[in-house]
Structure formats: C-alpha cells, structure tokens
C-alpha cells in the first residue's frame, strides 16, 4: 500500500473539548479502486478533495454505499476498534443489494488499520468520545445511461466525536412517509436511504420534534427505527426491539445492547411492536423507558413520543434509576477497555 504522508497537520487546530460531530476531519485518508473487476491502487493520502467526473453514475443514481464505526483509547492510550468485522460484513450486504462489487476483506481491514494507525493521535482519550470513523463505495464510472458501474472507489476517511445527541428526544410517530419498503434497500447502508429521510425529517422537526419513529409503510402501524437508530422499549421489566427485517438496518450497537442485556439477565424480545403497544403502554404506565441507538448517537432515550398530534411523556426517571444508562455505560465501559470484555467485541489496533 502506497502512503503518502501530509507534511502539515491539522491536528492543532482541534479544540477537544467541543467536537461537535464531523466538525473535523483526521488528516488522512485511505483510497482504493475498482476498475474493470480488479481491485488496484489501494493508497493513504492527505485529506482532500478528490477529481471524480460530473457524470460519475454516483451523482446520477446514488449507487453508494457507505458504514460507521468507530475507534476508541483507553487509559493507557491503547486503540480499539469496536467489532470491525461487522461493519466490513455489513458494508458488502449493501454493497451486494446497490449491484456494487464486494470489497476484500483484506483491503477493508488493512485500508482501515493502516489509516487509523497513522491518525491515532485524533483519537480523543476521554470517555465517551472516540473517532468516527467512515468507509464507504461510491459508483465512478462518467456514463449517464442508468446502469451499474463498473468503476468504483473505496475510501475511508475520521472525525472525532463526541455523542451525537446531547439531549433527551422528542420523536414523533411517521405515518405518511416511509424509510423503506419490503422487498427494498431499509436494511443496506444505501446512501440514498438518508437522503429520502431529510425531507420528513425536516418537517418534523419544525413541528418540534427531534427526530422521527419509524413505521413500516404500508400499514404504519409496526415500529421500525427512529433516524440513524434501532430502538428500543422497555415495558414493565423488558426491553422490546424490532425484530430485523429487510426494512431494519442491523444495529450493530442493537446486536450488541441484546447480548449485553442478555448476559446481565434482562429480558430482552426481538419481535414486531405495534404502535398501538406503545401508546397503550404510555397510556397505563407500563412503557418505562424509550431509547435510541447507534454508534453515532450510542444510547439516546426519548422524553416525548408524539402520536396522530397527540404527546405522550415517558415517566420521568432519574438517570441512576434507568435501564437505558445502565446499558450505555455496560457498552462504553467494554469500548473503552474498562471492563471485560467477554463478547471479544474489542479489537486492538497494534502500533506499527
Ligand atoms: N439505523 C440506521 C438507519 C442507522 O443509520 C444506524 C447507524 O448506523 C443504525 C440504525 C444503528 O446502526 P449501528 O449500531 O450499526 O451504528
Ligand atoms: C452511525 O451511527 O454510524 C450513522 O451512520 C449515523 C450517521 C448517518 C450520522
């Protein structure tokens, strides 16, 4: 692999203490290319732009893919990757489901130890913060016909963060617009999934809302996702989650969440939830607890659902006293190597 060092970096002008999300970018980046059914040019740069032709199918017919993880420090300022391989796995789901070529484990993993390796010193040390890290595939051939590439390019570039969300959420019930269909692309990390979402989601939010509960789209009535995250719902003493389907991305955090509440013998059920379920238990005090989550917004709970203009309050509980926070810190404790680490989730980075 070709590496090509910046001769200046960036990294001075990073104010940790206030790093909203993507606000800065690491200073380098990892490229590799596709061309004609060869993976080639696999290369570290400097952060920049880059040259791709107008009529770049990506532009036109948004075949891109892309995925988020991210690496965190301990202590001892040690780097850990946080199940890699899931997202490396994911990555080609959607790939696969775009008609785009699979990408090498080999070119993912050393692309993605390589890069965060040389930028390790983006990586902030304080809990709770980490580096976003973002791969993703994009279609380049310059070819307006509507067909699939045969060209594309794979790059990985960082940002570091802090927790996506600094508030608890009010979200608000969709029943107009939908995220995915069966049969669709709800489950691939498609980018063209996140741009369908603006528009709802802008007008929820000028309604006041934060973010929108999905629902599947032609009945409106079984609960999806909400945003950029799975959800969860805890009712008397178990959590409820959407069983994964094709409309549901897989949360890696959601996967990682029900293992981690499974072993500390919280009942967890993986299966449809009906909106009705949730009001009902708004209604009568059996909905303790809602939460978000994802590796950008990790755990997030909501204080306000909002049904058919109507909104419900979630019981007000104290941060101690909740299931949510419990499992936050279960996750951010394993990430940032302050507990054990049974699920071996935690993947060190070796220093070259
Ligand atoms: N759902 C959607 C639509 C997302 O964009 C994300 C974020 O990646 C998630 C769920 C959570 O997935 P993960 O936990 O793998 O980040
Ligand atoms: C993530 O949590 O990794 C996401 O993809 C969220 C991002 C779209 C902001």
Redesign the pocket.
């Known amino acids: 692999m070709k590496i090509e060092k910046t001769f200046l970096s960036q990294l001075r002008k990073v104010n940790f203490k206030k790093i909203s999300f993507g606000s800065y970018y690491s200073d380098h980046m990892f490229c590799s290319e596709y061309r004609n059914g060869i993976w080639k040019n696999s290369t570290i740069k400097p952060f920049g732009n880059i040259v791709v032709s107008p009529i770049s199918l990506v532009f036109h017919y948004g075949q891109a893919v892309f995925e988020?993880m991210k690496a965190y420090k301990d202590k001892n300022n040690n780097v850990f990757l946080f199940r890699p391989k899931e997202?490396f796995k994911?990555m080609n789901r959607s790939a696969i489901r775009l008609e785009m070529p699979s990408i090498p484990e080999e070119i993912f993993m050393n692309g993605l130890k390589k890069l965060i390796d040389l930028d390790r010193d983006w990586i902030p040390n304080n809990y709770g913060q980490s580096l976003y890290i973002r791969p993703f595939l994009i279609a380049t051939d310059g070819i307006l016909s509507a067909k699939p590439s045969k060209n594309y390019m794979f790059m990985i570039i960082s940002t570091p963060v802090d927790s996506y969300y600094n508030k608890p959420l009010k979200i608000k019930v969709e029943e107009k617009y939908g995220r995915s269909v069966s049969g669709g692309v709800g489950f691939a990390?498609a980018a063209g999934?996140?741009a369908s979402s603006f528009y709802p989601t802008r007008l929820a939010n000028e309604e006041g809302f934060d973010q929108i509960l999905w629902t599947d789209s032609s009945t409106h009535t079984k609960v999806e996702?909400s945003?950029?995250?799975?959800v969860f719902f805890l009712f008397k003493d178990t959590l409820i989650t959407p069983k994964f389907n094709d409309n549901?991305?897989s949360?890696?955090?959601?996967n990682s969440i029900i293992s981690i509440a499974k072993k500390d013998k919280i009942k967890v059920e993986e299966r449809d939830l009906n909106i009705l379920e949730i009001i009902e238990g708004l209604k009568n005090g059996e909905l303790k607890e809602a939460f978000g989550?994802?590796?950008?917004a990790v755990i997030t709970f909501f204080k306000i659902i909002s049904y058919k203009g109507i909104d419900y309050c979630l019981p007000k509980i104290s941060d101690k006293n909740r299931i949510s926070m419990y499992l936050k810190k279960r996750l951010l404790d394993i990430q940032h190597n302050l507990s054990k680490d049974p699920f071996k989730w935690r993947f060190l980075l070796e220093k070259s």
Do not use: W
Not at 293 to 296: I, L, N, P, V
């Open positions: 988020g997202n994911r990390k999934n996140y996702e945003g950029t995250m799975n549901i991305l949360g890696i955090t959601c989550c994802g590796t950008a």
